[in-house]
C-alpha cells in the first residue's frame, strides 16, 4: 500500500490525498482542479487556518506580519521566494495580524514579523525579525530536521 499525505489545496483548502513517492510532481485538487503546489505563500485567515496548519500533513511555515510594518515589507519578497524553494515539504503561509488578531492571540505574537513554524497545530519552532534567504532556508531545514 503506498503512503500518502493529506495536502490542503492553496485555492479551495480541500484536503486532497497525494501519494509520498509524487510529492515532487505536481498535482491537482481533486475538488476545484487547482495546482496544490503553486510556490506562492497562501493568505490564511481563521477560517482557512484548520486546513493548512492542522489538517495538512505538511509543515506550515507561517509569517505573521501587518502591511504597516516596514520589516514586514522588507521580509516579504524573500518569503516569497522561500516558497519557491521550500514547496512541496513545507507550505508557507502568511497571516495578517491585523485581519487575523485571534490567530496573532493564539500563538502570542508580540513583535512582527515573526515566524512560526507549525506541523500537524503543533508549533515546532519560531523567530522574530526580518532575515535574508539563506538564513531563512537554513533555519527551516534545521527545526525540520529536528522535528
Do not use: Y
Not at 122 to 138: C, D, K, N, V, W
Request: glycine share 6%; with cysteine; net charge positive.
Amino acid at each position: 500500500m503506498t503512503e500518502s499525505l493529506h495536502v490542503a489545496c492553496p485555492a479551495c483548502d480541500t484536503i486532497n490525498r497525494m501519494p509520498v513517492s509524487r510529492l515532487g510532481q505536481p498535482g491537482k485538487c481533486g475538488k476545484c482542479g487547482s495546482a496544490l503546489f503553486q510556490g506562492h505563500p497562501v493568505a490564511l485567515d481563521s477560517r482557512r487556518f484548520a486546513a493548512h496548519a492542522e489538517r495538512s500533513d505538511l509543515p506550515v511555515l507561517i509569517d505573521f506580519w501587518a502591511a504597516w510594518c516596514g520589516p514586514c515589507r522588507m521580509m516579504a519578497p524573500v518569503f516569497e521566494q522561500a516558497a519557491g524553494r521550500l514547496e512541496p515539504h513545507v507550505r508557507l503561509a502568511k497571516v495578517d495580524t491585523e485581519a487575523a488578531p485571534d490567530l496573532a492571540a493564539r500563538f502570542g505574537i508580540s513583535s512582527i514579523p515573526s515566524l512560526v513554524l507549525v506541523h500537524r497545530g503543533r508549533e515546532i519552532a519560531r523567530t522574530a525579525g526580518a532575515m535574508p534567504l539563506p538564513s531563512l532556508l537554513a533555519w527551516v531545514r534545521q527545526h525540520l530536521a529536528m522535528a
